[in-house]
């Protein structure tokens, strides 16, 4: 009998066994019938194509990542550096950066798909015979002008520069701004620079090989783009660009749009023309000729990722390859431009640019286009310099040497800025959020800091955008790259996002870390047609916290809750908090208060660079006086 | 058998192999052969488009010169409005998509007047004629979406109203560039590509569904990825070659060869099929002719396997008739030897009997004792006669069972009348058992009286006076209800016989070689006859005995039952002699000694006899004699003039009262049935067979008499 049982136990350990490892099995290929994409709120694979393929392959589950910071060229290129990539990948740079590309991203170049795009668009990408990315749409760069209010004005539309600058200098008499952008931006005087360096420069066959020797570190800036850096300067001093006005691009859209300003600086895919705006687009002229081009902006690129090329991904590479061939085809191009009037690299792509150009068809007729090659890392590494710059304060040399250190150097966006600290391993979203919890408790002082992400965990955007977005990755971090975790102030007004700070009742407080917060949705859906539903209220986004030890039970209700001293927290109580503007809405605290001084990206340096008192025993971080000192 | 059997079946897979063989190497030199033609076909004409691009690239290359030339000859800088001119006149002689000159901004002023740039021209390919001075050929789609071929050179800057022209050029449309090519070869199924040294397409002109890429080594590459070092392979230096590679999944043959002029590798691709279609007569003549010839090879082979088999069986056949005509001759001499034996010594006791009462005449009491003997010999030498036509007979397949009513008490009953003496002169008991339901079977009564008489005059023989002969007689259920099973077992206690005697003991002249037995007369046929009997009659029959304790044979025979079987009537036990006595009776027998015996025997037995020397005298007595004169008429069989039988016919035909119920009894040596069968058919009355035994005739006639009377 004993043997009997024995025999019996072990066929129910062996059965059991199997169960364990079929389920574990099943588990995995779950997994591998999911096939993400990533995005941010201007940049993705239009949704109808992802329901398309959604129809065509319904055994594989098309998963969107959103993203919900300010700076999704730095997080896509540190998701690129750190290996996090999603199966089809959405940047909105082309680096050249061929050893990453080599060891993240799938090569192309073996694909029909790249055929459809015309010759010169894709050998711009060649590397070695490889090719990693699909581009996106252009889109035109320009002075955007209202042709009616034009009209009104009696103004004409400039046709060489000089007459662009006795057009502003004509605008201007009247009283009204000439050139509006986001001038609060450093990025905007980057960009800037790319558009006269576009028409001056990269319109020429040096400027293009330049370029592209430039970003591999084959070639200086000293000695070569002088005199192209001085036309740029000339561009302000000539009284086109105003480096003084200092408005973000909220305020500035809002007065041209109200007739205070004359042309707008931008990408003309942001201004739709309707019954009350006729729009056109003013090039850029060539210094000393009577040339003008469009810039050029491509909207990003699309890549896979290299392990869809691996064995057991090939449902996967073919999820991935179909996406790609939707979005070749002139009616993916369309839904990506959303009927804005761009231009396509696509072959044969007819696109509608004849009211936008109707008063510059010779730079259209004559291909007048020339490619804003803006150097990422160099340019935006250096913005604050070039603002310095023009301020007077460096010369023009000593920027284009500086330009090249941080060429020299390999320094890149995500090294900018002061070093802050060192994450001993990568921080979970969670734990990010919880960091800059902290960064808030501690700047303001208070009993609580709290703070939700971005994104909750359905996709859906918080409304007005407010929030902590992505996760640091294990290694230094440095203060500019906190852009790609905050977002800017939600009042309209210049900078970051802000601080609030008040008091919160202990009933308000329970309430909201259990339910968390929803947001009415947002009108305007297209800025993010994947995760909102059909109406009504968001889903909840939960805080995270600083200075409170709280424990939740298994349906999210509160176990129990205490101030890092130990003392209960009552509902009968009332606490003072720290949080973004509006992430804790204003009307749930009392006393509050909006620090005008410091934005949440100098709160969360400075918290990084001196502070971590609140929660820094539970996060993985240290800081490296070394690192410091260098600063 | 067997060993020539595995030696046929190695031989036939060892042919097969070696077809099989001839076969794969055929069709693998065809295959080895058709690739060699193909890739050869297919590398000539890759290498007529490569020559002719070198060609067509060293043409544009002069026209491009020349106009550049040309123009700075006629105009030196000139304006546009000439340009335009010139170059317009240029292209209607040379029939290219555009020429043009190329700024240093790297626009191009076409020869329609149209001053464009390349769309979204931020390639390198321009920065090289305008600031590195070199010569580019290069793929680009044109300003207006056209994807073109660009042969541009750097010129001698000059001015030309507002632009600094540093480059000229002309520029093909891809598709009628490679169309002008004129490649049609393998049923158009050919695709063409160009590719720079990185393997990127610079020109393709394909088909659907073939393979298209942007880098078309790179896509050749992850299709085959087991070949290594395909890039270096296709791409290095001047290498050139042919391959079988999969393209879309289907086979096809890769040529690749290089451009001289511009340093471009061009490949030639085309499915296997394709290609192999052409060489598709050759591959169905040389495959029919392969089969012939195997076909030719298999019957030549199978011819020369069937001869020297037949070969080998006629020898074999030979050998095994020679054995056989040896082993007949042997037995033949073996028996003759036997007969001599068996036969001179019962022929010695008569004649040395003769001689002895001829010797002793007057001495009436001895002379009888030596007739006496003379008649045992002559005996003897009868049933050994007998015996060996029976051998002859069975040897012959000649001999027939027959197929009568019989019973069993009878067979029985006539065992016992003849055993029973014999058993007694030895003071033998000899003990019948039966178990008998049905008594009425159909068989063969005389040989089974052979049979058991045979069996059970060996057992008496062979066992000592006062031995025990057993006969027991059992029936058992037959196979159906028709059949009856009867097992018969002959056993005695006699001397019995050594085991490796009973392995022979049913072989012709067998004969036990033993001091015991070698006075006992015998021919050795006797149980040769009786196995044969048995077997004849679909029985069976086997023998156990043990020296000194005695012998048993079984016989086992299946019989059908008679189920209305009547009961022969008893003849009267009377004087046959009486029949005889005062019968007349004429005698046609063309031995005169045999005729004189039988006369003096029919005269002893007191019948009156007449004397015909063959049949033609003996119909002729009938025919004279009165009518009814003759009671009987023996009729030798074998005579001269007209033999028995038709002298036997032909009294039965003759027109007189008696012809038909005259008594006919043929008298033969010939002692087979089929004799019996023909003297009934003759139309005689009976048969005998010599030496004519007077007794046996006496009682004949008086059957046949008695009969007579009663019909």
Sequence with gaps: MRKVYKRVLAVCIVIVFLALISVGCSKEDKEDNVFTVNACKTRYVPKSILDKVRKEYPEMEIRVEMYGGANFTLEAAERLDHYDIPDLFVTTRNDLEIDTYQDNLLDLSSYEVLNRYITQ???????????????????????VYDKNVFREHGWKAPHSYEELVSLCE??????????????????????????????DFYSTPEGTTWFYDFVQGKAKGEGVIEPYIANYIRWYEDGIFDYEIQENRAVQREKFDNGEIAMMYGLIGNFKSDDEHDYGLIPFFKTGTDEAYYPTATAGYFALNKKLGE??????????LRILDLLSTEEGQKDMMRGDACYSFLRGFKGDLNEITESYQDVVGQNHFAPMNVDMNTLAATATELIKMLEGELT???YIRSCDDIKRNEITEAYTGEYLFTAKENFTEKQTVQYFAAALQDYAGTQIGMVTPSVNEQGEFSNPMTGIASKFYKGDIYSWPLTRNTLTAIDGTSGWAKMSTGTISGETLYELLEDGI??????????????????????????????LDVEFTSDHKIKSIQLNDGTPVKKSGSYTIATLHENVPDNYLEDLQIEEEETILEIAAKYGKTGMKGDKNNLPMERDLEKEKKN | MKKQRIRNIIGAALIIIALSSTVAAMVYETKKTIYRESSGHLVEIAHQMSDRFSEQCKTNWNVLDSFVQDYSLVYKTGNKENMVSFLSDYRRTWGYLHLFFIDENGSFIYETGKVSKLQFDNSQSIYRVVANQERVVAPATDYDGTEILLFAAPVEAFELERYTIKGAGICYEVQTMLESMNINAFKESCDVYLLDEEGITVARSIHEGSMDAYNVVNAIEKENPKIEDLKQQLLLGSNEGVMQIKAGGRDTYLSYTSVAVTGWKQLLMVPVDVVNNEMQNYTQVTGALVVILILIAAAAIVGIVHYFYRINAEKRQKEIELEYEHKANESKSHFLANMSHDIRTPMNGVLGMATLAAANIDDKQKALGYIEKIQISGKYLVSL????????????????????????RDFINEIRTVVDPLAADKKQSFTIETEIQNEYVIGDKLHLNQIGINILSNAVKFTPQGGKIWLTIVERPGISEEYAHYHLEFRDNGIGMKKEFLDHIFESFTREKDSTINSIEGSGLGMFIVKSLVELMHGTIHVDSEPGKGTCFCVDLELEIDREGTMEEKEENTDNAKFVRGKRVLLAEDNMINREIAVEMLREMGAFVATAENGQEAVEEFAQSPLRYFDVILMDVMMPVMDGYEASRTIRKLEREDAQSILIIAITANAFQEDVIESEKAGMDAHLSKPLDFAALSEKIAVLTRHKRKG
Excluded: H
């Excluded at chain 1, 668009?121 to 035109?140: E, K, Q």
């Excluded at chain 1, 064995?311 to 991935?320: A, D, F, Q, S």
């Excluded at chain 2, 015996?387 to 019989?406: T, Y």
């Design chain 1, 121 to 143: 668009a894709i050998d711009s990408m060649n590397m070695n015979g490889s090719v990693y990315f699909i581009p996106n749409f252009t889109s035109l760069t320009g002075l």
């Design chain 1, 170 to 199: 004509q605008v201007e008499k009247t009283g009204i701004q000439g050139v509006g952008g986001a001038w609060d931006n450093p990025s905007a005087y980057s960009n800037v620079l790319a558009c006269t360096m576009a028409a």
């Design chain 1, 311 to 320: 064995k057991g991904n090939e449902k996967k590479l073919e999820v991935g």
């Design chain 1, 396 to 398: 023009q040399e000593e």
């Design chain 1, 518 to 547: 929803c947001w009415k949705q947002a009108e305007d859906r297209m800025d993010n047609e994947y995760y909102y539903d059909k109406g009504g209220m968001t889903s909840p986004f939960y805080y995270e916290t600083a200075g």
């Design chain 2, 385 to 408: 006669i007998n015996d060996i036509l029976d051998v002859s007979k069975i040897s012959e397949g000649a001999f027939e069972i027959v197929a009568d009513s019989m019973n069993m």
